[in-house]
């Protein structure tokens, strides 16, 4: 077959091309964390408690993302194994660009609690986002990584040398 001969694409089927990614490190200046308790009631099913915890990380890039470098990310407990059947394969998402970006991220309920204890006792210091390129007003997360410090301090506290002592 000729369409075979061109690359295997099939006639009048058009090629897509990976989504660009982007990448931001977001210094953390401030974190709410909040918790609240309800009941639910689904049709036909008895009532369940359900509790939601959501972290709120309040922060600034150094590099804009059109003009914008005030971030707000918002993580809750998601325990779905399975990131559904957006493409690229997505953690989450930024929901809105101006006046700040705002992001939305699930993680399982370990991963939060981690999350959890390092923001809440003022270890968690930086954010650093990987998403696709922002179309009207959103885009998809496809990695999210949190910690104290960043990988350029954590490469200058090890040198690799040991330190001499004064015996």
Do not use: N
């Not at 890039?61 to 059109?66: H, P, V, Y």
């Not at 939060?112 to 650093?128: E, H, I, M, P, V």
Request: aromatic share 4%.
């Amino acid at each position: 077959m000729p369409w075979m001969e061109r690359g295997g694409d099939m006639p009048g089927r058009r090629l897509r091309s990976r989504p660009e990614i982007l990448a931001r490190l977001v210094r953390i200046d401030s974190v709410d964390a909040s918790v609240s308790v309800h009941v639910d009631e689904p049709r036909g099913l008895p009532p369940r408690r359900c509790c939601r915890d959501w972290l709120e990380l309040r922060g600034e890039s150094e590099e804009a993302l059109r003009d914008v470098r005030q971030f707000l990310v918002s993580l809750h407990v998601d325990e779905r194994d399975e990131p559904g059947p957006a493409r690229p394969p997505a953690v989450g998402a930024i929901i809105q660009i101006r006046p700040r970006i705002q992001a939305v991220i699930g993680m399982a309920g370990t991963t939060f609690d981690r999350l959890w204890a390092l923001a809440t006792s003022g270890q968690l210091r930086y954010c650093r986002l990987a998403f696709t390129e922002p179309r009207r007003g959103s885009a998809l997360i496809v990695s999210a990584e949190f910690s104290s410090q960043t990988k350029d301090e954590t490469a200058d506290d090890s040198t690799g040398a040991p330190e001499a002592s004064g015996d």
